[in-house]
Nanobody, 121 residues
Framework: QVQLVESGGGLVQTGGSLRLSCAAS????????MAWFRQAPGKEREFGAA????????HYADSVKGRFTISRDNAKNTVYLQMNSLRHDDPAVYYC??????????????WGQGNQVTVSS
C-alpha cells in the first residue's frame, strides 16, 4: 500500500511562495493520479490541484489556478505543489492524496499526514 509523507509547509508572508512535497513509498506510485487538498479550521476539505499518472494532465480549482502548480517526478516517487502569490485565504492544512484523478476527497485511497501553511499579513 502507498504511504505518503509530506514536507515543506511553514510560514510565508502575503505574496510569497512555498513549495510542498509529498513523497510516496511503494513501487506503484507511478500508477496513481495525485492531488492536493486543503482544509481551513471550521471548513470542509477543499480540492486544490490534481495531476494524472503521467504528469501530462493537470486540473486546478479556480481559487488557485494561475498561482499554484502541481507536478510530479515519478522517478523520485514525489509530487509537488508550488504555491506562488500566497494570500489571506490560502492558510490551511494541506493534504497530499492519491488514488485517482478526482476532485473529490472521498475518491482518494491514500493520504498524507497534513502540512500546515500559514500566511502572515
Amino acid at each position: 500500500q502507498v504511504q505518503l509523507v509530506e514536507s515543506g509547509g511553514g510560514l510565508v508572508q502575503t505574496g510569497g511562495s512555498l513549495r510542498l512535497s509529498c513523497a510516496a513509498s511503494g513501487r506503484t506510485f507511478s500508477r496513481h493520479a495525485m492531488a492536493w487538498f486543503r482544509q481551513a479550521p471550521g471548513k470542509e476539505r477543499e480540492f486544490g490541484a490534481a495531476i494524472n499518472w503521467s504528469g501530462g494532465g493537470t486540473h486546478y480549482a479556480d481559487s488557485v489556478k494561475g498561482r499554484f502548480t502541481i507536478s510530479r517526478d515519478n522517478a523520485k516517487n514525489t509530487v509537488y505543489l508550488q504555491m506562488n502569490s500566497l494570500r489571506h485565504d490560502d492558510p490551511a492544512v494541506y493534504y497530499c492524496a492519491g488514488g485517482c484523478y478526482s476532485t473529490r476527497y472521498i475518491d482518494h485511497a491514500y493520504w498524507g499526514q497534513g502540512n500546515q501553511v500559514t500566511v502572515s499579513s
